[in-house]
């Protein structure tokens, strides 16, 4: 009987919700729709709140409550009309404003969310979750100056509340006041040590400041307390690829996309880890994806064209194909916004040169740009640098130094980079990065320079029409092997296209070590990436002939195992054993880098993808180096370098020629010492390394092009 009287009482208050109060005072018919809304049963609840209505028509509180429903019912278009409703017949109600501004935000209407939370606290100022919200809607409109002035009040009202702290720091770390924010994710796991978002948070903000063991066991710990969080496994994939643990970080970046399988950022990260250790096609496939599913995603597009110049068979024609397709895809719907340049078109007066890098730091573009900054003559030109980087070091800020105008642009959209561009009246506008990251090439498709240049960061054409110029030198692009496949017009500077300016802490040159040891130690210090089947053919033949003889092998890659037992792998099936391949750890310092050379009699380059600063740097450290001549500038960039020093004997245009070279080199101690003795003299004495005359050469390539433009007007 019990159970019939229940079941009884439930068929009356439904029908009570149908047809009327009866009887019902409104704060007991408040009181029967929320236990109808305990219960889950939203339409029972929203009848209760009608026949309120129908009782009383200005009942605010009902209306905001039919809002709530609506929106939890997933229709947020009638909650937003129905709180409006509710504000119209109680203005002074915090809690309307409140849930309006939830509501807008729900609906991506950011700048109506933050009036509607601003008029919340307006009446009623210690409102703390309308201060929190606040907070997250000005983080997610790019206001963190003011969400961080939110959160902080948050705290102050409530200090308790974790996720405002979790979300201070969160803004802290963007604006790298990294000793606050670690502040206050510490104190966010205080107040809630299960906090799993907050532990990965911590964690990247240690890795970001190379606390890299402290790093992985944040993750690691998040990772406990939440299996599911994606961002924790993806963060600790960063921090194993970091530490050089490849193959850990692979599996990370699977794990997260098993978690969450459309988060691109993710299978671009995947891609690059592939990518360090040598599975090309999978990365590739990686970035294609990302592509085909979200095609207007730029790191995407920069990370396929910067791995699709390290195929063990480039072709040049898809290659420029896949830089057209970049093109159509982001400069042809610029193109119609296209300004006119109001630069004044006086061929002789003095141009503005500007330069746009992620690296004008202690990068190897950085190096080749030092002695340009250092030698451009101020009465010619005027020099800016945009650098596209948050990191500051003593490199960056010696390259500062050199500039007339130094500007900070990585928080600058690029539409805001342009206009801070045309604004500064810039002629000449080189890029200095192509398709590598950090690159602001979106900044170059909206043409705010009338003449544009790319240079030193990329191998290849960008694709872009509004490039108009690349730098090269007739050794590494030679006339009429290559126009056909570059949007620009390749400018051919007259020796090399590049300047290298020796570090002054450089150790000092000593002898081979091979006339100590009695063995020839060869050697490569590139990326890994770059070394492919055919090249280790061509060093297998190498050590094969000279069975004393060893191989070193040092890249960021040399730590990873599944890399080294790739490599070891390779050469013993070409009867070359494990023990006389060698890798060299990572090195702290760059002294200790160049102290490596020393151990080093002959360095072989990589091909198809040549070395460029690791060969600068062998040859300074009197190392000499055998090279491969390719079809394309990835391929001739040792080509390059050697030409303008005079040892052309040294580049092969075969496999064979390229073994015999270095057989023949090999075989000859007095030779070896000889090169060792004068290679670092030979080097400052030749265009490669004579800073004044190419800075000559480059602004007079400069100007020509600007006369062609000025002539143009």
């Known amino acids: ?148 002035a939110c959160y902080r009040q948050v705290v102050a009202i409530r200090p308790g509340h974790a996720e405002a702290y979790n979300n201070l720091g969160i803004l802290l770390k963007e604006t790298r ?91 671009i990260s995947l891609g690059n880890a592939l990518n360090a250790i040598g599975q090309l096609d999978e990365a590739l496939a990686c970035y294609q994806r990302v592509i085909a599913e979200s095609p207007t995603d730029h790191l995407a597009w920069t990370n396929y064209l910067l791995t699709s110049q390290y195929a063990p068979v480039p072709a040049a024609a898809a290659l420029f194909h896949s830089a057209l397709r970049y093109a159509d895809q982001f400069e042809a719907p610029l193109r119609k916004n296209w300004q006119s340049h109001a630069n004044s078109p006086d061929p002789d007066r003095r141009l503005k040169i500007g330069y746009v890098s992620a690296d004008l730091r202690e990068h190897s573009v950085g190096y080749f740009i030092e002695p340009i900054l250092a030698h451009h003559r101020k009465e010619s030109v005027e020099v800016f640098c945009y650098y596209n980087n948050r990191q500051q070091d003593d490199f960056s800020r010696r390259l500062a130094a050199c500039a007339d105008h130094w500007t900070p642009c990585e928080e600058m959209s690029d539409e805001q980079l342009a206009q801070a561009i045309r604004a ?83 150790p000092a040159v000593v002898p081979p070590p091979a006339t100590a040891t009695g063995r020839i130690t060869f050697a490569s210090f590139n990326n890994l990436t770059k070394v492919h089947e055919v090249t280790i053919r061509a060093w297998a033949a190498i050590l094969r002939e000279l069975p004393a003889s060893q191989l070193l092998l040092k890249s960021t890659q040399s730590s990873c195992a599944s890399v080294r037992n790739r490599l070891r792998l390779l050469f013993a099936r070409l009867g070359v054993g494990q023990e006389r391949i060698h ?101 400052a004495a030749s265009p490669l390394c004579d800073g004044p005359g190419f800075t000559r050469e480059l602004e007079g390539a400069y100007r020509a092009m600007w006369r062609k433009w000025c002539s143009s007007r």
């Not at 109680?90 to 601003?118: C, T």
């Not at 948070?201 to 710990?221: I, S």
């Not at 398709?435 to 191998?459: D, E």
């Not at 070279?661 to 003795?677: G, H, K, T, V, Y």
Request: glycine share 8%; hydrophobic share 40%.
């Open 1 to 148: 009987m019990k159970k019939k009287k229940e079941k009884a009482k439930t068929a009356a208050g439904q029908k009570n919700s149908r047809s009327g109060l009866r009887g019902l005072g409104i704060s007991q018919a408040f009181e029967l729709a929320g236990s109808y809304r305990q219960a889950g049963q939203t339409q029972q609840a929203a009848n209760i709140y009608q026949q309120i209505l129908l009782k009383d028509p200005d009942n605010a509180q009902a209306y905001s409550m039919l809002g709530i429903l609506a929106g939890q019912t997933g229709n947020m278009e009638r909650a937003i009309q129905l709180t409006k409703k509710a504000i119209l017949l109680e203005p002074d109600s915090a809690n309307f404003h409140y849930n309006l501004g939830i509501m807008l935000k729900e609906r991506g209407r950011l700048d109506e969310a933050i009036a509607s939370y601003r008029q919340a606290i307006a009446r009623k100022p210690d409102f703390a979750n309308a201060l929190y919200n606040l907070g997250n809607a000005l983080q997610a409109a790019g206001q963190g100056a003011e969400a961080i």
């Open 177 to 267: 006041r990294f000793a606050e924010a670690n502040s206050c994710y510490r104190q966010a796991l205080s107040i809630s040590p299960n906090f799993a978002e907050a532990c990965s948070n911590l964690g990247v903000l240690l890795q970001e400041m190379d606390q890299l063991d402290e790093a992985e066991a944040c993750q690691r710990r998040a990772i406990a307390l939440k299996p599911e969080l994606a961002d924790a496994h993806y963060n600790l994939g960063i921090v194993l690829k970091k530490k050089g643990q490849l193959d850990e970080a692979v599996n990370c970046y699977q794990k997260a996309l098993s978690l969450q399988p459309d988060a691109f950022e993710v299978l």
């Open 424 to 506: 500064d009246q810039i002629d000449i506008l080189v890029d200095l990065a192509g398709h590598t990251n950090g690159n602001r090439l979106l900044v170059f498709a909206r043409k705010p320079a009338p003449v544009q240049v790319t240079w030193l960061g990329y191998p290849d054409t960008t694709g872009l029409t509004a490039m108009d110029y690349r730098l090269t030198d007739n050794q590494a692009d030679p006339a009429g092997k290559s126009e056909q496949w570059h949007s620009e017009t390749l400018y051919r500077l007259p020796n090399c296209f590049l300047c290298y300016a020796p570090q002054p802490d450089s």
């Open 583 to 683: 890798f060299a750890n990572f090195t702290k310092s760059f002294a200790e880098h160049m102290e490596l050379y020393g151990s080093v009699d002959i360095g072989l380059d990589t091909f198809p993808y040549n070395g460029t600063t690791t060969t600068c740097e062998a040859l300074w450290m009197g190392v000499p180096v055998i090279t491969l001549a390719g079809t394309r500038h990835v391929g001739r960039v040792g080509v390059s370098i050697l030409s303008a020093i005079g040892l052309e004997e040294f580049v092969a245009n075969s496999e064979e020629e390229y073994v015999q070279r270095a057989l023949s080199l090999a075989s000859d101690a007095n030779r070896l010492c000889r090169l060792r003795e004068t290679m670092r003299a030979r080097l």
